[in-house]
């Protein structure tokens, strides 16, 4: 049974099952009765020593989910590794946060930083104004990431995230990828914003 949890920046805690609880209600939100979220936290502990690291915990919790094999569960697996990615890409970077969106970085922030890193291109970046990136960010849901299935956000950040892969940082979200890909194809065209 867990007693202590290590957490991201290497501090240490008590082990608390109240806080386990909420985020495995929080991660069966929309979910129903087609999952049992409590079975998945009871799991996920017995799986673990007295000792682990909140990544281990919650990577534990997926498993769980991932071992069930059915749509729901992949559906709650989706959201914990979702939570999981945001935290690995803008935890402890020097971006502009988006005011609505409160842990996200505002589009141009996030640009600047892949361009400051080399993962994209400037001439790619500088062709949009700070109004059209203002208007395209604008145009951004992050809440579509807690919808998706495990496999769905492992293949995309997988296959077409910004990231460095020698050390594996990421560096973006799936509406991140989603909004980069859709810039890329309309940069050259006039009147490449339009709205439905």
Known sequence: MINTIIKRDGTQENFDADKLNKWGEWASTSLGKNVAWGDVVLNAVSVLGEKATSI??????????????????NRMAGRLETSMLYKRAFSDRPLVMDSKWGNVPLLKSLHTLLVTKNL??????????????AELGRELNHDL???????????????????DRTSDEVYETPQFIYMRVAMRM?????DRIKHA
């Open 56 to 73: 281990e915990l919650q990577n534990a919790l997926i498993d769980t989910c991932l071992n069930k094999r059915t749509w729901s569960y």
């Open 120 to 133: 994209m291109s400037s001439d790619f970046y500088n062709d949009f104004s700070d109004e059209e990136y």
């Open 186 to 190: 309309a940069q050259n065209k006039p």
């Open 145 to 163: 990431d807690l919808t998706y299935p495990h496999y769905q956000i492992k293949q995309i950040t997988n296959k077409y995230s910004l990231k």
